[in-house]
């Protein structure tokens, strides 16, 4: 059986607020392997969003195992958990999370300055990330000078550049209209089905989430249904 791409066991996660504790999490196992579509999804203040962030290393569990490519991730310190993301997860934000004052082609490089990259590679695999989404004229533009649909692309593409085994993609259509929305969506699709990448998409949008092959329902810092899994 090869390595899933993402393996939590028994994960919580609590935090402190205003003298008591509260529990996020309360003991989530999910697994994804490569290639898969997954949809997590949930009301607001299920744990969807505390579970993304611990899926995506931005963040640790209180207790349980989180592996990422089959690498613990729970006991790095934050030099090798940093790395550890640089190298397997790509992300994508509601709210695009670009840099405003430099092009679309700088945007989509920065994960590879953190790599070492070349300049002069790190440029051309940007501008052939530009391209995957349909970008490739857009690249000297700054995400002042873009549309919504294309700032997300922009964000997809330099998701993707790193190569990464795991796409993270976290209401990636809440800031866009309905149209634009169908258009990530689709360029999304198509990057799993040809790049292999696993996404894993988190929303409170039932329809979004309907598209993905597989849905985890998330509720009150638990899984309550797992589409994926017999029942």
Same mark, same amino acid.
């Given at each position: ?11 919580? =996660? ?30 607001? &203040? ?40 640089? =190298? ?43 391209? =995957?989404? &349909?970008?490739?004229?857009? %690249? ?73 092959? %597989? ?9 309550? %249904? ?6």
């Amino acid at each position: 059986m090869s390595t899933p791409a993402i393996e939590a066991v028994g994960i919580t =996660r609590d935090y402190p607020l205003e003298g008591v504790t509260v529990q996020a999490l309360r003991g989530v196992s999910l697994r994804i392997d490569e290639g898969e579509y997954v949809a997590v999804v949930g009301p607001s &203040g299920s744990g969807k969003s505390t579970l993304m962030h611990l899926l995506g290393c931005l963040d640790r569990p209180t207790t349980g195992s989180l592996k990422v490519g089959g690498e613990e991730s729970s006991g790095l310190d934050g030099t090798a958990l940093a790395s550890l993301r640089n =190298r397997t997860i790509g992300f994508v934000f509601q709210s695009f999370a670009l840099l405003p004052r430099v092009s679309a082609l700088d945007n989509v490089a920065l994960p590879l300055v953190y790599r070492g990259v070349p300049g002069a590679e790190r440029r051309a695999r940007a501008a052939a990330a530009l391209d =995957r989404v &349909g970008l490739a004229e857009r %690249r000297n533009h700054r995400p002042t000078q873009l549309s919504g649909g294309e700032q997300q692309r922009v964000a997809i593409a330099r998701a993707l550049v790193g190569e990464p085994r795991i796409l993270l993609a976290d209401e990636p259509t809440g800031n866009l209209d309905t149209r634009t929305g169908h258009e990530v969506m689709a360029i999304l699709e198509r990057l799993n089905v040809e790049s292999g990448v696993a996404v894993v998409l988190v929303t409170h949008d039932l329809e979004v989430a309907a598209r993905a092959r %597989r849905q985890v329902h998330v509720r009150d810092g638990l899984v309550e %249904r797992d589409t994926g899994v017999p029942a």
